[in-house]
């Protein structure tokens, strides 16, 4: 049998040790690290080479074997040869000796074995070289092997790996062969289902880019996973699955145990987010508290080859079942785990977010992911948040007061930061806003002497008061610093005032198509961005791959006739217009809520507004439900729960955009019918108009792309909670005077052709009355 093993993945699964450090030393911005190692490389010789390439095949035990990797450096000194492996990090270099990682000298010796074999050594020079990337200062640990002892070593580990890898040989051949005859598990196909799995597929063996429009009730999730698993053939391939909600990832999930119920043999994993995967509940990692980050890698290597040989989807529990076996931290563990995985639901950050993403599958042509990006309407907003942030002024002074009498010279630092800082008392308009499409130098590198000395300081420091106050600070601080980094033309920098003495600063991100389109470009093997809500089409195609991809409409499989679609385009919901036309708003909820007992929602563009309205209402033998801000989990199920009570009456009173318009599903009677008032614009400001100006100069579209489509597109998600299944039956009414203008008539869905507008409120009432009375039209 042929094997092909990576010299890095050998030593890694088989010699890795030590503990989950704090999240700073652990992950490291991978930026940091390249920059550490290409300030060592930079100072090699002319006779010496970086990132040597390394290839040997030979025969062994029945198998052909091809061992490969790249050495960091293959240097000469005074006439001889030092193989080098360069490994940055954030830990104190005092602390580090030999047993700090026994992966990374396997490594060297796994390199050096190679290296001397092809050459013909008897002896191998080799450095283990650590380099700090706050200050590029090394320690060195320098040795010669015979190659003797190094092909003891190698041929041992090769036994051992081969053990492993004949598992995953043989999971991977069960799968591909299990791929070729698994069938379709409906005997039916829903309308424009086999459109979207065709196209699916057919974007997956190009490696290309589509675009569906795909409505509620097609069965997307089950289409695009069928299809891209059919087009993978080779066992490299992965598919990623992206959603933001965890409805979403139980939905994909649900339908891989569908098709492995119909004989498919894949292991596929769900990669919660680390607050909720934690099972310490620990704000920040420190393996001298968490016996979950202490000793880790020590244990991984059992804990990921139980797993692997007694389950084969592993979503959040049976990940958590197995690392409380283990005593490994979950989420870690998962991320691990996700390596050997032909299936990853994770969400959007895994895979686009520069800070974030699973690095491995992205920057290693070995791998060749799939991506299919669920309720990808998101990704706009979410990747513009991957390549912003923004910290408070008052934090560097927070800082100093709690870790200065540790390191007196941060103090320097901070007063320059300081010092710069004031300039913006002068700079910042009447609206106390500043911003620059230009970075400040000056203050960005006062950060960044911050963030370095208040690393060293928390890692000199382990049991420093306030520590995790001191993180979170950090960490901000940490975020700001490497974002700049991506700092170009879709940028500004910002400072806004708060009041004398305090500022906002940030880095502001209008448009993150250049870095979406890179990764899909140059690290992917196919991607398709899915959606009911891709309108327009071309403000997604522009802002996630500048224009690029083919794109596919498929028309709703509901009855049109099961969706009463009502317009009221003779009211102003404008923030000018709102105290004249609040009986209004309240008379239309009112015909609606009054007209059949049943679930209704009011979605409004602010709470303010909801406030205004509220006192207004007359409403009959209804439980009046009132979001509010920053609600959690518990408190939004709990609105939820009061829903699926359908012997009593309620009316929701919710925020547009907000967790009740997208994402959650009130099929059958939990929902008779909404009321949207407005358009859904982002709130007219300074920050939105600068993006605006962006828009306008790049696409000669500013506030459309700037205010119109995003908002838009909260009004057809939030319209779209009505009609869950081919059973549902509701009404929409859409409240603005702004309906009767041509944009927003062209942005409206196929599906939305039957719409009426309605201004009069006895008219309103008598055609929801007509519609709840008259059962005939219900196709089921």
Not at 115 to 141: A, E
Not at 168 to 185: G, H, N
Not at 649 to 676: C, R, T, Y
Request: overall charge negative.
């Amino acid at each position: 049998m042929k094997r092909t093993y990576a010299v890095k993945e050998i030593a890694t699964f088989l010699y890795s040790t030590g503990d989950l450090t704090n999240e700073f030393f652990q992950n490291h911005s991978q930026i940091d690290g390249k920059k550490a190692h290409l300030h060592l490389q930079r100072l090699y010789n002319d006779d010496s080479q970086k990132e040597y390439y390394i290839k040997y095949t030979f025969n062994y035990k029945n198998d052909e074997i091809t061992v490969h990797g790249f050495i960091d450096g293959v240097l000469k000194e005074n006439g001889n040869t030092i193989l080098e492996e360069i490994k940055s990090t954030r830990e104190e270099l005092k602390k580090i000796d030999l047993d700090y990682h026994q992966e990374h000298l396997s490594q060297l010796k796994l390199y050096a074995y190679l290296y001397g074999l092809i050459n013909n050594m008897s002896i191998v020079p080799v450095r283990l070289t650590y380099i700090s990337v706050d200050d590029y200062k090394t320690k060195k640990f320098n040795f010669i092997l015979t190659i003797d002892e190094l092909k003891d070593f190698f041929y041992k580990s090769i036994d051992d790996y081969t053990r492993w890898h004949q598992t995953l040989s043989e999971a991977s051949t069960v799968k591909l062969d299990t791929l070729k005859d698994i069938t379709f598990p409906f005997a039916n196909k829903r309308q424009g289902q086999s459109e979207l799995m065709k196209a699916t597929y057919l974007t997956m063996k190009a490696n290309s880019i589509l675009y569906a429009i795909a409505p509620t009730g097609i069965g997307k999730t089950m289409a695009t996973i069928f299809s891209t698993l059919k087009s993978m053939t080779k066992p490299n391939e992965k598919l990623f699955y992206l959603t933001a909600k965890t409805i979403g990832r139980e939905v994909a999930i649900d339908s891989f145990r569908m098709l492995q119920n119909e004989g498919l043999k894949l292991h596929a994993i769900v990669i919660s987010s680390k607050a909720k995967s934690c099972a310490s509940k620990m704000q920040h990692c420190d393996p001298e508290k968490c016996s979950f980050a202490k000793g880790y890698f020590s244990r991984l290597r059992q804990a990921i080859e139980d797993i692997y040989t007694n389950e084969i989807l592993y979503n959040q529990e049976t990940i958590m079942k197995y690392a409380l076996k283990y005593n490994i931290c979950p989420f870690e563990y998962s991320l691990d785990l996700s390596y050997f995985c032909d299936a990853i639901i994770c969400d959007y950050n895994y895979v686009f977010d520069p800070k974030a993403h699973l690095i491995r599958y992205f920057e290693d042509t070995e791998y060749q992911p799939k991506i299919l990006c669920d309720e990808s309407h998101n990704l706009v907003e979410r990747s513009k948040d991957m390549y912003s942030a923004e910290f408070d002024s008052l934090l560097p002074l927070r800082i100093e007061e709690k870790i200065s009498s540790y390191d007196k010279t941060i103090t320097k630092n901070i007063r320059h930061f300081y010092d710069e800082l004031k300039k913006y008392d002068d700079l910042v308009n009447k609206d106390l806003f500043y911003y620059s499409h230009l970075l400040d130098d000056l203050m960005l590198s006062s950060l960044k002497q911050i963030v370095q000395k208040a690393e060293l300081v928390l890692a000199d420091n382990k049991e420093i008061k306030d520590r995790d106050e001191i993180l979170t600070d950090y960490f901000l601080l940490k975020d700001f610093v490497d974002t700049a980094e991506f700092f170009g033309q879709s940028h500004m920098f910002v400072v806004k005032k708060i009041e004398d003495n305090h500022f906002q600063i940030e880095i502001k991100c209008a448009d993150a198509s250049d870095f979406i389109y890179d990764t899909v470009k140059n690290k992917t093997k196919g991607i398709v961005f899915f959606s009911a809500t891709l309108f327009p089409l071309k403000y997604y195609m522009d802002l996630l791959t500048k224009g690029n991809g083919k794109y596919i409409n498929l028309p709703s499989p509901f009855p049109q006739a099961n969706l009463d679609l009502i317009i009221k385009d003779d009211v102003s919901t404008r923030y000018k217009d709102r105290e004249a036309t609040i009986l209004d708003i309240a008379h239309v909820i009112e015909g609606l809520v009054n007209s059949k007992k049943g679930n209704y929602i009011a979605f409004f563009p602010s709470y303010k507004y909801i406030e205004m309205v509220l006192s207004h209402l007359d409403i009959e033998d209804s439980e009046v439900i009132i979001q509010k801000s920053n609600m959690d989990d518990s408190e939004r199920d709990r609105i939820f729960n009061k829903f699926k009570n359908t012997k009593k009456a309620h009316l929701g009173l919710f925020v547009l955009g907000g967790s009740f318009s997208e994402g959650v599903d009130f099929q059958g009677d939990l929902l008779n019918g909404v009321v949207i008032v407005g358009v859904g614009l982002p709130m007219v400001n300074i920050e939105n108009n600068i993006i605006k100006e962006y828009f306008e100069e790049k696409y000669g579209a500013g506030f459309d792309y700037a205010y119109t489509y995003p908002g838009f597109n909260k009004v057809v998600q939030a319209a779209g909670r009505v009609i869950r299944s081919e059973y549902d039956r509701g009404v929409v009414i859409l409240v603005d005077e702004r309906y009767k203008y041509q944009i927003y008539k062209s942005l409206m869905p196929d599906f939305w052709s039957h719409k009426i507008t309605l201004n009069s409120i006895g008219m309103i009432k008598n055609n929801i009355k007509s519609f709840f009375d008259d059962d005939s039209d219900i196709i089921m």
